[in-house]
């Protein structure tokens, strides 16, 4: 295999768009989620329309060590990692202490614990040869406290600072950390964390316009990129630091509130 993306959530919304990109390039795949069905018809479509190589593995990365499991896996396949997307994540609406501390626990594992090791247990290498990109999706939400949804813009605060962090760290090489910072987009976020009755989702962008954005900044070595933003939304983000705190947070729990 060459030219070798690793995916996770690549099963559907934008992590499924950024493999149809990646493959379109001419590039091959290890694309990763838990649904192995549909792993597999994205490896048929990907591998019959652009004649590339697409490995599957299907895998909760919500489970510890999963991520451990995920690249020992892909060493003993001896496949080297040229670009890593960290795209699987979740969340959940409701209040922090009503919503399931099990199903919350999943999610920072998954949003947080997963991202991180994997970037740990495969920058060595990309260190080693001096190449390499990573492309983690954080959140516009990472701009933000969120109540009714404070753990998920929570994970997505430190996707966003841990990624520019680690750019930093790695400015004398030649491996870029972009961080991918998606407003509302059409996938299946919405229906998971019960926000498509929400003001947040009345105008959601597509997956592809947002994965196009973000892996075109992974390829051009860009530290941020904001995608799937409405006028309103954009002005909204540039007055946050000018807005006192607690209107800031009426205004977030107002947006999630159901209509």
Known sequence: MKNVALITGASSGIGKELARIHAER????????????????LKEELEQRHQVK???VAKDLSVPDSAKALYFEVREAEVQVEYLINNAGFGLRGKFHELSWERQQQMIDLNMVALTELMHLFLP????RNSGKILNTSSTASFMPGPLQAIYFATKAYVTFLSNAIAEELHDTNITVTNLMPGATETEFAKTADMERTGLFEKAFSARSVAEDGYDAMMKGKLDVVSGL???????MKAIPFTPKKMVLKQIRQMQEVN
């Not at 091959?28 to 549909?38: F, G, N, Q, Y």
């Not at 409405?230 to 909204?236: C, E, I, W, Y």
């Open 26 to 41: 001419g590039g091959d795949l290890i694309i990763v989620a838990r649904r192995r069905e549909k792993l597999a018809e």
């Open 230 to 236: 409405t006028f309103s939304q954009n002005l909204m």
């Open 125 to 128: 290498e990309m260190v080693k």
């Open 54 to 56: 697409v490995m599957t």
